[in-house]
């Protein structure tokens, strides 16, 4: 008897996604986005119940050259969700601000130098997403970082001992007709909506940036939201064949019909034309890099159709599933640059 694993590749090559990219005119290519936009959002699904913001302020930490504040704000229904706040000391709204996203571990704490009790951390090892929030305040970003749903203080309470809630969250939300993925996206687009709501950052400028599975918010987020003006995409750009379904990974990744919809470089390419440089280490296990050049090649396309391949950047280095900063640190002042601020006569 046969096992099933020709079974899977038989049902990968029998589906033709509906709408990969396979414009040849600038036109073509509108007409493609629109559509292709259109359906992901519905299979992302919108939680219900959007709230009032109704920002509340938890605490405030002097760190020296920036403010760390913690906030919470309402999102969906009766859902509240606990941010970092990062304000440079000598803070200039030009600079833009970032929304920062973390991946699989114990959530925001992780990205701004905090252990999961809260203690700073010591040492050497800034683990796989390298503090990149303080790395992004240091270079005078306005620095948001939201606690996705199922981790830190958003695990449920029978999870208050494990690393994530990411399970049993999907599997419910899936029953219900919704996704994981959709909730963590759209509510990091409230975080778009605090940002503007605080008028201290140009609003052509915010951003963000994410890993692994804070890499798919990002990259999502940035898809069906122009006002997110540039992304990095670190440790998630690849093929859903080569990584989501060939290698082991959360059930937070998992969306339905989306494999009938687009492959991944599809999606990704929905940011175009506004700026994106993805991540991807030589040795990552989880997203092969034979499939991120893959992916590359593909948005390359997508970029030089719609007239902005220079903005498509591409930081290949020597790692594994981790953060590289050695473009992205920098790379939003390098698109934002200082511009002239014409003030009224009195």
Same mark, same amino acid.
């Given at each position: 008897m046969r096992n099933p694993d020709h079974y899977l590749q038989h049902l990968?090559?029998?589906?033709?996604? =509906?709408?990969?990219? %396979?414009?040849?005119?600038?036109?073509?290519?509108?007409?493609? @986005?629109?559509?292709?936009? %259109?359906?992901?959002?519905?299979?992302?699904? $919108?939680?219900?119940? @959007?709230?009032?913001?109704?920002p509340v302020l938890l605490e405030s930490v002097d760190c020296g050259s920036y403010t760390r504040e913690r906030i919470a704000i309402s999102t969906f229904g009766p859902l509240t969700m606990p941010a970092y706040v990062l304000i440079p000391k000598t803070y200039d709204r030009e600079r833009g601000a970032v929304i920062a996203i973390h991946g699989h571990g114990y959530g925001s704490r992780d990205l701004v130098g905090l252990n999961p009790d809260g203690s700073e951390k010591t040492g050497d090892?800034?683990?796989?997403?390298?503090?990149?929030?303080? %790395?992004?305040?240091?270079?005078?970003?306005?620095?948001i970082v939201p606690e996705l749903l199922g981790f830190g203080d958003r @695990?449920?309470?029978?999870d208050a001992e494990k690393g994530d809630s990411c399970y049993r969250l999907s599997?419910?939300?899936? /029953? /219900?007709?919704?996704? /994981? =993925?959709?909730?963590? $996206?759209? %509510?990091?687009? @409230?975080? $778009?909506?605090?940002?503007?709501?605080?008028?201290?950052?140009a609003p052509d400028r915010? !951003?963000? /940036?994410?890993?692994?599975?804070?890499?798919?918010?990002?990259?999502?987020?940035?898809?069906?939201?122009e006002r997110l =003006?540039?992304?990095?995409?670190? !440790?998630? =750009?690849?093929?859903?064949?080569?990584?989501?379904?060939?290698?082991h990974h959360c059930i937070d990744n998992f969306i339905p019909g989306l494999s009938q919809l687009a492959e991944l470089p599809d999606l990704l390419g929905l940011i175009a034309p506004r700026p994106l440089l993805i991540e991807a280490g030589t040795e990552d296990p989880i997203f092969p890099v034979a499939a991120a050049d893959e992916a590359h090649d593909k948005l390359r396309a997508i970029y030089r159709q719609s007239n902005a391949e220079t903005l498509l950047a591409y930081d290949r280095f020597e790692g594994d599933h981790q953060i590289s900063g050695k473009l992205a640190f920098d790379w939003f002042a390098g698109i934002w640059p200082t511009r002239e601020v014409q003030h009224e006569r009195a």
């Amino acid at each position: 008897m046969r096992n099933p694993d020709h079974y899977l590749q038989h049902l990968y090559d029998s589906v033709k996604p =509906a709408e990969g990219f %396979e414009a040849r005119t600038p036109e073509e290519w509108q007409a493609w @986005r629109a559509r292709l936009k %259109e359906q992901f959002v519905r299979l992302l699904g $919108v939680p219900e119940g @959007r709230q009032e913001l109704a920002p509340v302020l938890l605490e405030s930490v002097d760190c020296g050259s920036y403010t760390r504040e913690r906030i919470a704000i309402s999102t969906f229904g009766p859902l509240t969700m606990p941010a970092y706040v990062l304000i440079p000391k000598t803070y200039d709204r030009e600079r833009g601000a970032v929304i920062a996203i973390h991946g699989h571990g114990y959530g925001s704490r992780d990205l701004v130098g905090l252990n999961p009790d809260g203690s700073e951390k010591t040492g050497d090892d800034p683990g796989y997403q390298r503090n990149f929030a303080l %790395e992004l305040v240091r270079r005078g970003h306005l620095t948001i970082v939201p606690e996705l749903l199922g981790f830190g203080d958003r @695990r449920l309470a029978e999870d208050a001992e494990k690393g994530d809630s990411c399970y049993r969250l999907s599997t419910n939300l899936l /029953m /219900m007709g919704q996704t /994981m =993925a959709g909730h963590r $996206v759209f %509510e990091t687009l @409230r975080c $778009v909506d605090y940002v503007l709501s605080r008028g201290d950052a140009a609003p052509d400028r915010i !951003g963000c /940036m994410g890993i692994s599975g804070g890499g798919l918010v990002s990259a999502f987020a940035a898809a069906i939201d122009e006002r997110l =003006a540039a992304a990095v995409v670190s !440790g998630y =750009a690849n093929t859903f064949q080569a990584s989501i379904l060939s290698v082991h990974h959360c059930i937070d990744n998992f969306i339905p019909g989306l494999s009938q919809l687009a492959e991944l470089p599809d999606l990704l390419g929905l940011i175009a034309p506004r700026p994106l440089l993805i991540e991807a280490g030589t040795e990552d296990p989880i997203f092969p890099v034979a499939a991120a050049d893959e992916a590359h090649d593909k948005l390359r396309a997508i970029y030089r159709q719609s007239n902005a391949e220079t903005l498509l950047a591409y930081d290949r280095f020597e790692g594994d599933h981790q953060i590289s900063g050695k473009l992205a640190f920098d790379w939003f002042a390098g698109i934002w640059p200082t511009r002239e601020v014409q003030h009224e006569r009195a």
